[in-house]
């Protein structure tokens, strides 16, 4: 079986357990944030590539990080 390179928005949010909604990730479009999308045939489509990216430069290490 060929790996799945694409998710929905629904499965985008299934993925984070429904933390993110499928409105937020709506919001996010809106507003130029979040990860990175395509517009095929009216729909949206997230690479996971870019999912993995996009999740990997947000990991925190501990809170220690947001010191000034």
């Known amino acids: 079986m060929q790996d799945k390179k694409f998710l929905t928005p629904t499965e985008l949010s299934a993925r984070w357990d429904g933390r993110i909604t499928v ?37 925190v290490e501990g809170t220690s990080q947001y010191r000034r």
Request: charged letters at 25%; glycine letters at 10%.
């Open 23 to 59: 409105r937020t990730l709506a919001n996010w479009r809106s507003s130029q944030s979040g990860p990175r999308y395509l517009k095929v045939g009216g729909g949206v489509l997230y690479r996971i590539t870019d999912v993995i990216e996009w999740e990997n430069n947000r990991t």
